[in-house]
């Protein structure tokens, strides 16, 4: 009996050490402690180093089986790379913040490597290489997802995790909002939903499937969205772009985190009005706010100069009678504001010249065409109603990234991959519609909007 | 305590040590198992087991129990019949079992004290019955073979019965693969011989009850490099019953030993299967007037497979007892055990039911409920 109890006193000393180091890391975390957290569990680590996905088992009575913290996973090292990027979510210092990422990529990186494929693993790489504008590990990651699929099952200790982020990664609903819509069983994907029949956009990537609500504004955002179903253009008239206009900006107000009051919308607007709309809304922007700009409708390129055509053009080389895409940008960036313009217009070429063909030298403006010079837009049906493919990526992009500070290049890809892809699958696939990717004019391409 | 109304100790009574001798009742006295999740398996899991019951078997069992808990058991008292030949003064018995009657074996309550500081539990248990009834014949029974006189309408009855009150503590080790474990065991025994018929002297007539007080102390051990085996340990010291008497001895002492081991991941993972054995070894009994005893090891052999449904787990269990004869005038009472268990998932209450087979004649049946509060 005597022998039991040194025996056993001998083996408890390690044993404590990585539950005790865990559980410090666990109370830190939960009281947002990220820095000791992530010592704590880097300490755990060091004890008991690998992660283990099933429960661990404690020891006891055979028939009543007594498992670790009711059969939680044990794994210090995604909470130690998690609590790094929690870390680095609160860094101001940018350069700092990216080197926080990174480092956490690295340990992402790490139990990928091992086969540890979870979700959750997967969600935050990807969400790093997103944020830090990492498009070629994004897409290596993208793919590697699609190859493993379901055998992403390796499950990780989420007790700490943000809820909405296990939300958006396992299509669980946070308190108080469903998962799916109403009627709906779990699972169904309804008809024609382009947020959840093509959840992530990204090879699979699963970001917002399930979360619902509506993301945290930001107050110095502003959007002014024009949507021109009618023209007295030949071929100018864009029959769903006033649709698209109203989905978009419940797509921003929802998924982007633009406040309502800060979103304008014009629909069949002429001319004048819509340089006077621009206008309203520039002297609100505050001095360094964020623009986006969305323009559907005609637009015509007249001696290498863009021009955006109010309902009430008449002739296409009439620059008189439609608004200048420069003097528009001047508006705002005499506001010093930053804007993200994107343009849903047939590019003809006339004269070697087409829409999109004015590159903007000053200010910091990123501007994003739907399709390729001398290609035109095309539309497709969705719950009965047509919808630009164009309008359509972005909004379905905007409620995958559910992000009020969505990085333009980034979001440019996954438009750019959604349209390729036509709404289906994960696969790179090919359209008759190839939009542009973002053309930025002195603004970063993890620049943010 | 002795209430010996007329302890006769004429000269038919004082050969009675030797007359019961040849008597062949199973022997229960000191090795009763009071049900349980482990009695269809044989009992092979008593001392690693952690339960209500622990506090009576092998007190480190409380020390993994993380919430309070209540037991209780419910099953038959086996009796014997017992056919009286020969003469009184050299009597031969032959006895059969029986089932007996119910009562509850076991009332146990385990209570975890605050900030991992071990478990505290108390318990009721029977862990010792011999209750016999013999019948003289017809004719009568010669009291000599020189048939000095008959016994007529002769009606003998021995019962012995031993309540155990036990207080345990446990407590594991941070590791949590070493408990222990450490508690007193009261013991209320009642002691009966009586002789009934027609006959020129007077008859054996003794009963009586003694208060005794034993310790326990115990071990329960999972080696880390292999965690799917268990080990458990346990003493009891023998127990005093101050018997000035003649009526109760003393109790034995138990030394208990026993290990299980763990199979998962059958069907797909859904099931377990534990193996057990056990041996429990008395020692340093002494023998009253009318019930003998000496050193006795048991040994339980036991499995239990849990199919998992579900919703609910059964766990299945099946066993054998070797019990020999723990005295002079004993039978053994080896057994065949098996049993049938329900544990819903995620619920805080399991149910066993129990049967055993021994040897010779008559079934056992117990069910054992329990509960963990929230």
Redesign the interface.
Known sequence: ?IC??V???A??????SW??AYESGLKAARANDWAGARKAFQQAAAYRPEDVSAAT??????????RWRNGASYSPNFLAAYAQIRIAATTTDATEQTKGYNTAAGELETLLAKSQYSKETFYYLHDIYVKTGNTEKRIALETKQAQIGDKANWKVDTETVDPEDVAKITGTPTKGTPAVSPGLKNGEIPAGDPKISNPAGTNGVSLSNGATGAVATIANKYALIIGNSESRLAGGAVPFAADDSQKLRESLMTNAGYLEANVDLVANATAAQIMMSAKALADRVPEGGTVFLYFTGAGVNVAGKDYLAGVDTEIGTDTSSMVPKAEMYKLFMSRGARLFAFFQVNRPIVDGNFFGKEVPLVGAISQMQSTSPGASIYSYTRNGKEIGIFTDSVVSVLADLRSNKVPIMEFGWQVFNKIKRGGTGSEPGGSRQVPTLPFLTNIAGNARF | MVNARRLAFVAVGSSMLTAISSAQVPDLLTAFDAGG?SMGAGGA?NV????TLSSYYNPA?LG?I?QKQIGISYRNLPSSITSITGTLANPIRTSAGQRGTNAISHIGFAFPLNNNKGTIGFAYTIGGFVSDLGFGPQSGLPSDSNNTFNVTNLVEVRKARADYYTIGYGK?????????GAGLAIVHQTVQFTQTGTAPIALPDASGSETGVGAL?G??????ST??E??G?S?RTPINMKDSSGLFGQIPGRLMLGT???Q?GLRGGKD?L?L?AEVQHFFDGHSSIYFDRKNQTVLGLGA?Y?YSFEEFRL?LKIGYVSLPAGGSGFASRNSFTFGLGYRPKGGDYGIDLNWGSPEGSGYDFGITASYRFK
Not at chain 1, 57 to 66: H, I, W
Not at chain 2, 174 to 179: C, G, R, V
């Open positions: 009996m039991l109890l025996a056993g006193s083996a408890s000393a390690l044993a404590q539950s005790s088992v404690l020891p006891g009575p055979p028939t009543e089986q007594r | 999740r899991l690693v087991e952690a339960d069992g993994y993380g594991t080790n941070q590791a949590q693969n070493l408990a222990w102390i071990v329960q051990y999972t080696p880390t965690p799917n268990s080990w340990l003493y299980s081991y763990r998962d377990f534990v057990g239990e849990d766990p």
